[in-house]
């Protein structure tokens, strides 16, 4: 298995609060994704990067940023966390663009 | 942007059945169609991909199908066992070089 480790694993806030969750790989894989899970939709893509400093926003980025320094970080931040950004969110990393994703364990964020 | 249906969202069946999950898709430009399995409290896993230039794809009791006229494309699992039971995500990619986008999912429960 690619090793791709997310921290922190279980995170509870408040609104209006800061919050950063942070992806590591070690596979030097070039792509690197933030989705979210939600029951009855699946898993929505955040944002994803194609390499160090290159990012794009993905099908439900409002409320999110991100950023990559390091070919093996990606973090995901939510500036003023809301109630709704209450989710489990997964990272993945990839070699090549339609290559397998390598998914992170999840952390769980409750936003009260 | 792509648009990834993804039918049934529960499926049950007996040990032993098979069981077929549909998903469609909306971008014409797709290429990449990969299907994921995700057990309870981890992350999602590849299990079989395909791609537009192949009809067919099989791994011993897993296959897909791909009908890029219609846009679908399906999983098929054979002689279902008590370990399939997870839940199962197709996808597409949008256009090459960008993310993954996935079905809603399908909780799968094989009953012996």
């Known amino acids: 298995d690619a090793g791709i480790t997310q921290s922190p694993r279980h995170k509870v806030t408040e609104t209006g609060t800061p919050v950063t969750l942070r992806c590591h790989q070690t596979e030097n894989h070039r792509y690197m994704y933030w989705y979210r899970q939600d029951p009855g939709h699946g898993l929505r893509l955040i944002h994803y990067s194609y390499g160090v400093k290159d990012t794009d926003k993905g099908e439900v980025s409002d409320g999110y940023s991100v950023s990559r320094s390091k070919t093996e970080d990606f973090l995901l931040t939510l500036e003023s966390a809301t109630s709704s950004q209450t989710s489990v969110y997964f990272c993945a990393s990839s070699r090549e663009w339609d290559g397998e994703l390598f998914f992170g364990e999840g952390s769980r964020l409750t936003v009260l | 942007g792509e648009n990834v249906e993804q039918h049934p969202s529960t499926l049950s069946v007996q040990e032993g059945d098979s069981a077929v999950i549909k998903c469609t898709y909306s971008?014409?430009?797709?290429?990449?169609f990969p299907w994921y399995k995700q057990e309870l409290g981890k992350g999602p896993q590849l299990i079989i991909d395909?791609?537009?230039?192949?009809g067919e794809k099989k791994d011993q009791r897993i296959a897909v199908t791909l009908n890029k006229t219609a846009k679908h494309f399906s999983l098929h699992i054979t002689e279902t066992q008590p370990e399939d039971s997870a839940v199962y995500f197709c996808?597409?990619?949008?256009?090459?070089?960008?993310?993954?986008?996935f079905g809603k999912g399908t909780t799968l429960s094989v009953s012996s």
């Open positions: 395909i791609r537009s230039n192949v």
């Open positions: 971008d014409s430009a797709s290429n990449y």
């Open positions: 996808a597409a990619s949008i256009r090459a070089g960008t993310a993954l986008i």
